[in-house]
């Protein structure tokens, strides 16, 4: 089967820096992908890693080693509207087009 | 806003009864998969819809159905609801083949409660 780990609450002040960790089980791999979920609101998507290596959006980052099944997610000058829950996600081809997430960071920015 | 749209926002209903649930996605958009989403935790891949046939499905049992339309709409229904299928549902479309789509638009989702 396919599992993510990621850590359950993470807590930062604005402007500071933070990483989200996210280690994967598959038995096959596409890539992996960010999204943020606002309490009572949609997930959205953020970035995807198919590559080894560092992919950066403005103030965040995403990062893929696949060799390790790790990747994380940075996000830099914290502002309090980042105050989210933030998912990773793989895609498993040998597991019926499946994706699966992970059970999400719940990430605190305080004033 | 992504253009992905779902209803009812709420519903609540009783053990043992059958629900449908409704999602448009943005025209253009081939692929649609239903999640559904416990409190505190990640969402659940149920199955996804590749030009009006299923393509994938995950580990939820057949009384767990679905249908896509070729006007881009889409149905997720319920039968002999559970309380464990309390949940938010979420449906999520994108553009394109079905495999190696990795960024997908997800709708409001539907908060549904089995009392």
């Known amino acids: 089967g396919q599992s993510l780990e990621q850590p359950s609450e993470v807590t930062a002040v604005e402007g500071a820096i933070v990483q989200i960790n996210c280690t994967y089980q598959t038995s096959g791999f596409y890539g992996l992908s960010w999204y943020q979920q606002h309490d009572g609101g949609a997930p959205t998507f953020l970035s995807y890693n198919a590559l080894d290596g560092l992919e950066e959006t403005g103030r965040f980052s995403s990062f893929l080693s696949r060799s390790d099944s790790y990747g994380y997610l940075l996000l830099q000058e914290l502002q309090m509207k980042d105050s989210a829950s933030y998912f990773c996600?793989?895609?498993?081809?040998?597991?019926?087009?499946?994706?699966?997430f992970g059970g999400g960071t719940r990430l605190m920015v305080k004033p | 806003e992504t253009g992905v749209t779902q209803s009812p926002t709420h519903l609540i209903k009783t053990r043992g009864q059958q629900v449908t649930l409704r999602c448009s996605s943005q025209s253009g958009h081939n692929t649609v998969s239903w999640y559904q989403q416990a409190l505190g935790q990640g969402p659940q891949f149920i199955f996804q819809y590749y030009r009006e046939e299923e393509n994938g499905r995950g580990n939820f049992p057949p009384r767990f159905s679905g249908l896509q339309f070729p006007n881009y709409s889409s149905e997720l229904n319920v039968n002999a609801l559970e309380l464990d299928d309390s949940a938010l549902y979420l449906c999520a479309s994108s553009p394109g083949a079905r495999t190696t789509e990795n960024e997908q638009f997800f709708g409001p989702g539907t908060r549904l409660t089995v009392l």
């Open positions: 996600a793989v895609r498993d081809p040998n597991a019926g087009n499946m994706l699966t």
